[in-house]
């Protein structure tokens, strides 16, 4: 060949060259290098990726689905405090708070001295209709003994519920009888309700406590209102006191039942969520009922979007505490195997245009869950002084008063929290739990003569003179608790209210304990001031009074 040739060729074959080794190196990569180039290509891969590797060469056996299962809230917890990863079993529990009902026998129970101990029967509920009755002891459950370390709130829930028309053998120890009594219970529908208490406060004003946001709250508040009305209520206190909310479309449908017409209730807006408005349609049936609502930093969520509706639109009067500042929407996505994410997917505003979401840091959970500890460390439960309002996100109501943003909803009116006679006697006697055993000692050994008193006023009056701090100290004492004179008389009055109290919830049940307590909560006496009053409707500023007298 010729050296004219051989130029010619030598290009030609330097380009082979390149291409083979490109190909080679290609091939050597995919095939020795653990899939490197696979892996990095895009990174929604690298999860799925990173299990198969773990799966194929961690130097241990490893559950895969475990792994997962502790992944996915970390992964959730880099977004928001509030997106988060629910197992199948606890978005089973959550579902069935909110939606109002569960199946299983009907039943409040405590555990004490490893034992179940029935508090109360539900009315109308499969227990009742077998015949169990509050202070029976359940020992054993089909057919096995039930008693001992083995007795769990858990274990004692799972033994206990079950589906619906599916049948449950206890065994029942009962005071007075020699022998152990047997019940076959059919499992049925059990209501959750939502509102625990409604009921004339005075001659002239109703109380309604709402205890969460769930799918039969509206429906429930409708019946309260309907009862209340026939009473006639003159003026209506709803207290969303530690209502950590529930669903928004409740909250939006029991708002309407105080705006007028065509009346802004909340929006909602996220990156692909459109805003979305929600509206009064003037159906509502207590347009100008005097409306006081109460708040303090255990209400969140949908409890802020009343609260902020009622108060944007000047419609009611605001007193408590600050709210807890949750401004972010959720929306549930299931799983096939019954798991759940809620994911944040908007932020929602009042009708002012504010978000009361308080701020976070992405990943910083235990900061954003320690916030409340820190307001209490800062004073801010005892001084409306120390809460420091962000004037950046100032907003005005419909009569021209400034709200902010970005920490909770404000209350119109602050009432602090209230510390008068707290001792270290009580708060341990509290913190081991000691009062709601004694309560229920007692409630159990004087079940027929507390029986005697079929309302709260009367049962009241009788524990008066029973002398009851004095046995709780001999019992406290007896449980480990040293008997100290001053400060238990310092806390007299707060031990009397929770003994009483508790002895009431025993026996009468939640809407008698609650206006049992509300007899002495300043909260409530502030709230029957204002309604007493005429107060209830804010007041534009002097000054927005003064433009609108000049036009």
Same mark, same amino acid.
Do not use: W
């Given at each position: 060949?010729?050296?004219?040739?051989?130029n010619?060729?030598m290009?030609?074959?330097?380009?082979?060259?390149?291409v083979?080794?490109?190909?080679?190196?290609?091939?050597?990569a995919?095939?020795?290098?653990?899939? =490197?180039?696979?892996?990095i290509?895009?990174?929604?891969n690298?999860l799925?990726?990173?299990?198969?590797?773990?799966?194929?060469?961690?130097v241990?056996?490893? #559950?895969?689905?475990?792994l997962?299962e /502790?992944a996915?809230?970390? *992964?959730?917890?880099?977004?928001d405090p509030?997106?988060?990863?629910?197992?199948?079993?606890?978005?089973?529990?959550?579902?069935?708070?909110?939606?109002?009902?569960?199946?299983?026998?009907?039943?409040?129970?405590?555990?004490?001295?490893?034992?179940i101990?029935? #508090?109360? %029967?539900?009315?109308?509920g499969?227990?009742? =209709?077998?015949?169990?009755?509050a202070?029976?002891?359940?020992v054993?459950?089909?057919?096995?003994?039930?008693?001992?370390?083995? %007795?769990?709130?858990?274990?004692?829930?799972?033994?206990?519920?079950?589906?619906?028309?599916?049948?449950?053998?206890?065994g029942?120890y009962?005071?007075g009888?020699?022998?152990?009594?047997?019940?076959?219970?059919v499992?049925?529908?059990?209501? %959750?309700?939502?509102?625990?208490?409604?009921?004339?406060?005075?001659?002239?004003?109703?109380?309604?406590? %709402?205890?969460?946001?769930?799918?039969?709250?509206?429906?429930?508040?409708?019946?309260s209102?309907?009862?209340?009305?026939?009473?006639?209520?003159?003026g209506l *206190?709803?207290?969303?006191?530690?209502?950590?909310?529930?669903?928004?479309? /409740?909250?939006?449908?029991?708002?309407n039942e105080?705006l007028?017409?065509?009346r802004?209730?909340?929006?909602?807006?996220?990156?692909? /969520?459109?805003r979305?408005?929600y509206?009064s349609?003037?159906?509502?049936s207590?347009?100008?009922?005097p409306?006081?609502?109460?708040m303090?930093?255990?209400?969140?969520?949908?409890?802020?979007?009343?609260?902020? /509706?009622?108060?944007?639109?000047?419609?009611?009067?605001?007193?408590g505490?600050?709210?807890?500042?949750?401004?972010?929407?959720?929306?549930?996505?299931?799983?096939?195997?019954?798991?759940?994410?809620?994911?944040?997917?908007?932020?929602y505003?009042?009708?002012?245009?504010?978000?009361?979401?308080?701020p976070?840091?992405k990943?910083?959970? $235990?900061?954003?869950?320690?916030?409340?500890?820190t307001?209490?460390?800062?004073?801010?439960f005892?001084?409306?002084?120390?809460?420091?309002?962000?004037?950046k996100?100032?907003?005005?109501?419909s009569?021209?008063?400034?709200?902010?943003?970005g920490?909770?909803?404000?209350?119109?009116i602050?009432?602090?929290q209230?510390?008068?006679?707290?001792?270290?006697?009580y708060?341990?006697?509290?913190?081991k739990?000691?009062?709601?055993?004694?309560?229920l000692?007692?409630?159990?050994k004087?079940?027929?003569?507390?029986q005697?008193?079929?309302?709260?006023?009367?049962?009241?009056?009788?524990?008066?003179?029973?002398?009851?701090?004095?046995?709780?100290? $001999?019992y406290?004492?007896?449980?480990?608790?040293?008997?100290?004179?001053?400060l238990?008389y310092? $806390?007299? =009055?707060?031990?009397?209210?929770?003994?009483?109290? #508790?002895?009431?919830?025993?026996?009468?049940?939640?809407?008698?304990?609650?206006a049992?307590?509300?007899?002495?909560?300043?909260?409530?006496?502030?709230?029957?001031?204002?309604?007493?009053?005429? +107060?209830s409707?804010?007041?534009?500023?002097e000054?927005?009074?003064a433009?609108?007298?000049? +036009?």
């Amino acid at each position: 060949m010729s050296t004219n040739n051989k130029n010619r060729l030598m290009p030609l074959l330097l380009a082979i060259c390149l291409v083979a080794g490109i190909l080679i190196g290609t091939f050597y990569a995919n095939h020795f290098s653990g899939n =490197k180039l696979g892996i990095i290509n895009t990174s929604s891969n690298k999860l799925n990726a990173l299990l198969r590797i773990i799966d194929d060469q961690y130097v241990d056996t490893v #559950n895969i689905t475990d792994l997962v299962e /502790a992944a996915m809230p970390q *992964i959730l917890a880099e977004l928001d405090p509030h997106s988060s990863y629910m197992s199948a079993k606890d978005q089973e529990a959550a579902n069935e708070e909110l939606k109002g009902s569960f199946s299983g026998i009907g039943i409040q129970f405590s555990i004490q001295d490893d034992t179940i101990h029935v #508090n109360s %029967v539900i009315s109308g509920g499969p227990s009742e =209709k077998v015949g169990l009755m509050a202070g029976d002891r359940i020992v054993e459950v089909d057919d096995s003994a039930f008693v001992g370390k083995i %007795v769990t709130t858990q274990e004692s829930m799972k033994r206990l519920k079950g589906p619906k028309g599916s049948k449950v053998k206890l065994g029942i120890y009962r005071p007075g009888e020699k022998e152990i009594l047997h019940f076959t219970i059919v499992r049925g529908d059990i209501p %959750v309700k939502s509102i625990d208490a409604a009921y004339m406060i005075n001659d002239k004003f109703g109380y309604i406590k %709402v205890n969460k946001f769930g799918e039969t709250t509206y429906p429930e508040l409708l019946v309260s209102l309907a009862k209340l009305s026939q009473q006639n209520c003159e003026g209506l *206190i709803i207290d969303l006191r530690d209502n950590t909310g529930g669903y928004m479309v /409740a909250a939006t449908h029991m708002v309407n039942e105080f705006l007028p017409n065509n009346r802004l209730i909340v929006y909602t807006q996220g990156r692909k /969520a459109p805003r979305q408005d929600y509206t009064s349609n003037g159906t509502g049936s207590s347009q100008k009922m005097p409306l006081v609502v109460l708040m303090n930093e255990g209400s969140a969520s949908a409890s802020e979007i009343f609260a902020g /509706a009622i108060q944007d639109n000047d419609r009611g009067t605001i007193i408590g505490r600050r709210s807890f500042g949750k401004g972010l929407v959720q929306q549930p996505i299931e799983f096939s195997d019954g798991s759940a994410i809620r994911l944040t997917i908007a932020r929602y505003y009042t009708p002012s245009g504010r978000c009361i979401q308080k701020p976070y840091v992405k990943g910083k959970d $235990s900061e954003y869950e320690m916030d409340i500890i820190t307001r209490y460390e800062h004073g801010e439960f005892f001084s409306a002084d120390s809460i420091k309002q962000n004037k950046k996100e100032t907003y005005y109501t419909s009569i021209g008063r400034p709200v902010y943003g970005g920490g909770g909803i404000m209350p119109d009116i602050f009432v602090p929290q209230d510390t008068i006679g707290m001792t270290s006697y009580y708060r341990m006697a509290v913190t081991k739990g000691l009062i709601a055993r004694f309560s229920l000692d007692y409630t159990d050994k004087n079940r027929a003569t507390l029986q005697k008193y079929p309302t709260e006023e009367k049962l009241q009056a009788y524990l008066k003179t029973q002398n009851l701090l004095e046995k709780f100290a $001999s019992y406290a004492e007896g449980k480990g608790l040293k008997r100290r004179n001053i400060l238990m008389y310092k $806390s007299k =009055k707060l031990f009397e209210q929770a003994l009483f109290g #508790n002895i009431i919830y025993n026996m009468l049940g939640m809407e008698s304990f609650i206006a049992y307590t509300n007899e002495s909560d300043p909260t409530v006496k502030k709230a029957l001031e204002v309604l007493d009053k005429g +107060e209830s409707f804010p007041k534009a500023p002097e000054n927005q009074q003064a433009e609108q007298i000049d +036009e």
